[in-house]
């Protein structure tokens, strides 16, 4: 196949980007979308030219590095894909695709593709500890969970914080993976002790960083590559109400 | 918490590990950091054969440098190479996707009992079908450990059986599974993978076969550690993957998590206090002191002579250069000339990255190819050691399988009087052969046997 792309080029945070046209020729169905980028790269490399600089790691959907904005949409055209996941096979002979990095203030561009998201590992940070037992393992059936509320934070706990969420949001929003991370423990056993503090010290740390509001727009829920429920929001506010009462 | 921080060398100071250089990956700046004591969490090096499960930036360079500074390491040979994963699908393959275990419990292996069988899996009538793991280890079928299945399947392609566009996968079919449960139940028991299988090679694996290969998945050996997960470097610790201890030549299903957990939870907590409760009047080291100077000295002069060697070939061209030979020599099976001239292969390879490679850019900036020129060039060292490894244990064990030593049936052949130990190779300096030490397996209470998968 061949692809022509126009890919944000930007040295750092502080100087001016601009999309650069590449034209690939030879581009296989079976390439992902990741693997066209190392193909180019080396191209690059290879002619003197400076290499497009982007997230990853895995490469299988779990880690949450990747992150390019692919023809206006988060992770590209599939819906619950990353964009390692994502084949060229869903691209046609002759497409032009335009690949911009993840654009949100709390999210500062570090080169090209690859943003800052540490914002997010301190509002899981501020989230703290879970209160338990070391020493000796625990009889795995000790504690009885009931099926729903189990397959509910299992769910929740799929969200891997790549921060889809936020790019797609009109305000870039990072309500939907809070209220993943929040509820998570919130509908475990584990998580009750700490339950009304933890909640409180993410939203706040959610808000220090600079991410936008929630406007129940949903525009998260479509774009989120592990499906994420809005769901998760509402636990999370009516938490977050619930613990300031408490106070 | 450091992210996007990668350790570039351990600080040792009076024979203890006090500490490490990192670089900052944004910055590009190196860093000084002190400890009383350093853990290393690293992880494997399967990446060592380019294609892996692995995440892309799984590298071996902290724990190279540390064996550079007197951490042993042992077994470096043993390699997991699971039976279960996506077949390559070209030259652009960047890494391979492991479909769990779990799927051998209700899927069927098998290949056409013609070669180069050129039918649709779905049209191949049941009698011209090979399930050759039920052919030829009835008590165990499809769920025989990992390096039987793995050997299986090459042994197989390498008969001209292989399926798919490559020739190098072998069919893996739930046909009989769905008839006998129905696909709601398959569904539910492996739908998220079915999914992932579906993204990637663009098959439904509920109407047709899915096609599977074996790839490079966990590495037995690392770091040598005592029972306090201590290296021979006092104050320098191995947890997890990095370290060689748990798994010997063969790690089972889902004891990479137990050594997690194990690791991390139960035994680092209690052993460290051991090493630490002695330092409780040591203070705090400044990062001036000269052991954290020379180095960082020596971390920078590294970077200054990758950078400086501006030749034709990208970082990748040696990884995958280099993956190959692994994988052909040091990979599924193994034999003495081959391991011979891998290590000349070997050789050649470093001598041509350290020539011939390109890093664009800058050092004082985020610089991915510079991190993976680093990392690659640990790797290139690494591998030799591995050949070593494999070539020193005439016998075969596990993970590890010698050509030359198997029963008349084909099965690995164990020389316990000879090879009951543990390799723990110590580091003897840049072009010197590394010292092989030998701590024996002794075993008190039970009597070492083969088993038998037939």
């Known amino acids: ?247 | 918490m450091f992210a996007r921080h990668e350790m570039l060398d351990v600080v040792i100071i009076d024979g203890k590990a006090r500490g490490i250089i990192a670089r900052n990956l944004v910055s590009g700046k190196l860093e000084r950091h002190f400890g009383h004591a350093v853990v290393l969490a690293t992880g494997g090096y399967g990446n060592v054969f380019f294609l892996s499960t692995n995440a892309m930036g799984s590298n071996v360079t902290a724990n190279w440098k540390a064996h550079k500074k007197g951490a042993f390491f042992g077994n470096p040979c043993f390699t997991q190479i699971h039976p279960t994963c996506i077949p390559v699908s070209g030259d652009h393959q960047s890494k391979l996707t492991l479909m769990s275990e779990s799927l051998r419990n209700d899927g069927r292996i098998w290949v056409p009992k013609k070669k180069d069988d050129a039918r649709k899996p779905t049209e191949i009538p049941e009698d011209e079908r090979d399930y050759y793991l039920e052919r030829r280890y009835p008590a165990f079928g499809n769920l025989v450990p990992r390096d039987i299945a793995s050997r299986a399947a090459k042994e197989r392609c390498d008969e001209g059986f292989g399926v798919g566009t490559s020739k190098m996968a072998v069919y893996l079919d739930f046909a009989d599974a769905i008839n006998r449960l129905g696909k709601s139940v398959i569904e539910a028991r492996y739908g998220n993978l079915f999914e992932i299988y579906e993204k990637i090679t663009g098959e439904d694996p509920y109407t047709t076969p899915m096609r599977i290969y074996p790839a490079v998945h966990y590495t037995m050996g690392g770091l040598w550690v005592d029972y306090n997960l201590m290296t021979t470097v006092p104050g320098l610790y191995a947890t997890g993957e990095c370290n060689f201890s748990d798994h010997g030549a063969n790690r089972l299903g889902a004891s990479a998590l137990m050594q997690g957990l194990a690791d991390g939870y139960f035994v680092l907590p209690i052993t460290i206090g051991e090493f630490l409760s002695k330092e409780i009047r040591t203070p705090a080291i400044p990062t001036t002191h000269e052991a954290f100077e020379k180095a960082e000295k020596e971390v920078e002069e590294r970077i200054t002579r990758l950078m400086k060697i501006q030749g034709t070939r990208p970082v990748d061209h040696f990884h995958k250069q280099l993956g190959k030979v692994m994988w052909e020599y040091c990979g599924m099976a193994r034999n003495a000339d081959g391991l011979q001239k891998a290590k000349k292969m070997v050789q050649e390879i470093r001598n041509n990255f350290w020539s011939d490679v390109r890093i664009p850019g800058d050092a004082n900036a985020m610089n991915p190819e510079l991190e993976k020129a680093l990392r690659v060039a640990d790797f290139i060292e690494l591998g030799e050691l591995m050949i070593d490894d494999a070539y020193s244990r005439n016998e075969s064990c596990g993970g590890h399988f010698r050509e030359e030593y198997k029963t008349e049936d084909g099965e690995a052949l164990r020389d316990d009087t000879n090879y009951a130990y543990v390799s723990a190779w110590e580091y003897k300096g840049d072009n010197q052969p590394s010292e092989l030490h030998k701590e024996s397996l002794v075993f008190d209470n039970v009597k070492l046997v083969q088993r038998s998968y037939k």
């Open chain 1, 1 to 247: 196949m061949k692809i022509t792309l126009k890919v944000w080029r930007q040295k750092s945070g502080t100087t001016p980007g601009e999309f650069k046209t590449y034209t690939m020729n030879e581009v296989s169905e079976d390439m992902s979308f990741l693997e066209m980028f190392d193909v180019l790269n080396e191209e690059l490399v290879r002619t003197g030219d400076d290499p497009i600089a982007f997230d990853h790691d895995c490469r299988e959907g779990i880690c949450g590095m990747c992150s390019m904005y692919i023809n206006g949409r988060a992770h590209g055209p599939l819906t619950g894909t990353t964009t390692c996941q994502l084949h060229m096979r869903h691209f046609k002979d002759g497409d032009t695709i335009y690949v911009e990095p993840w654009r949100a203030s709390a999210f500062p561009i570090i080169k090209d593709l690859m943003v800052d998201r540490s914002a997010f590992d301190r509002v899981i940070q501020a989230g703290g500890f879970i209160s338990v037992n070391t020493g000796n393992a625990v009889d795995a059936n000790s504690l009885p969970i009931p099926k729903p509320d189990a397959d509910k934070a299992f769910d929740a706990a799929a969200c891997i914080g790549c921060g889809a969420c936020v790019a797609t949001c009109k305000n870039a929003s990072a309500m939907l993976f809070v209220s993943a991370k929040v509820s998570q423990l919130a509908l475990l056993p584990q998580g009750q002790p700490e339950r009304h503090i933890r909640v409180k010290k993410m939203v706040e740390a959610m808000d220090a960083e600079g991410f936008g509001n929630c406007t129940n727009t949903g525009a998260c829920e479509v774009e989120c590559p592990k499906e994420i429920s809005l769901e998760n929001i509402a636990r999370m506010n009516r938490d977050y109400l619930a613990a300031n009462i408490a106070d």
